[in-house]
């Protein structure tokens, strides 16, 4: 990790993520994310990790910061929550798997508290579970919120539509790729 010119802790948690945080908030962004990636090395994967320290950086960079109130713990505990209710994480059918009592007995927190902290993050952040902001990517292209789209007054999933109408959504940052360009 290092401060970079504009006061900022830039932070590489995989080749295609960087989050940048408040000189103000390094320390706190620290201690959160090393908890986090403990939990996300035992029990989780880089891709969840990634989308974890992706939500303790937004919390970091809100005026105020959420994360100056209350402990570390929880803070990690919440955001590993929030993001895996957004992706299902309790559904034995994902992988990997992991059910809210293993993350607050991991973190020594009551599961009360971890759930409001949770909440408390998911309406910060606008998070759902079918918020394609919040999907992990592995997960967009079967995220059906991610592919509805109005057109010409009417709601439709794009996937089904010309690569052209796809092409123009993709150009207008609508969807996240062109689904007619990827192989199946």
């Known amino acids: 990790m290092r401060i970079n010119k504009d006061g900022y802790l830039s932070t ?3 080749v295609m993520t960087t989050e940048k945080i408040p000189k103000s908030m390094a320390d706190k962004f620290a201690a959160i994310t090393a908890l986090t990636d ?3 090395e035992q029990h989780l994967n880089d ?3 990634s989308m974890i320290h992706r939500v303790v950086g937004v919390l970091a960079r809100k005026r105020p910061s ?3 109130k209350g402990r570390d713990n929880v803070w990690a505990a919440a955001a590993i929550h929030a993001v ?3 992706n299902f994480l309790d559904d034995p059918s994902q992988s990997p798997h992991c059910k809210p009592k293993v993350i607050y007995e991991f973190f020594g927190i009551a599961e009360s508290t971890g759930q409001n902290k949770s909440k408390e993050i998911r309406d910060l952040l606008n998070m759902g579970p079918m ?3 919040w999907t992990l990517p592995s997960r967009l292209a079967d995220n059906p919120m991610v592919w509805m789209l109005q057109v010409n007054g009417l709601i439709v999933d794009i996937r089904h539509e010309s690569l052209e109408l796809q092409q123009a ?3 207008q940052g609508l969807i996240p790729f062109i689904p007619a360009k990827v192989e199946k």
Do not use: K
Request: proline share 5%; with cysteine.
């Open 38 to 40: 403990s939990f996300c």
């Open 131 to 133: 918020s394609s902001d």
């Open 12 to 14: 590489h948690i995989l």
């Open 169 to 171: 959504a993709y150009e």
């Open 66 to 68: 959420p994360l100056l």
């Open 47 to 49: 891709e969840y990790r």
């Open 84 to 86: 895996g209710r957004t």
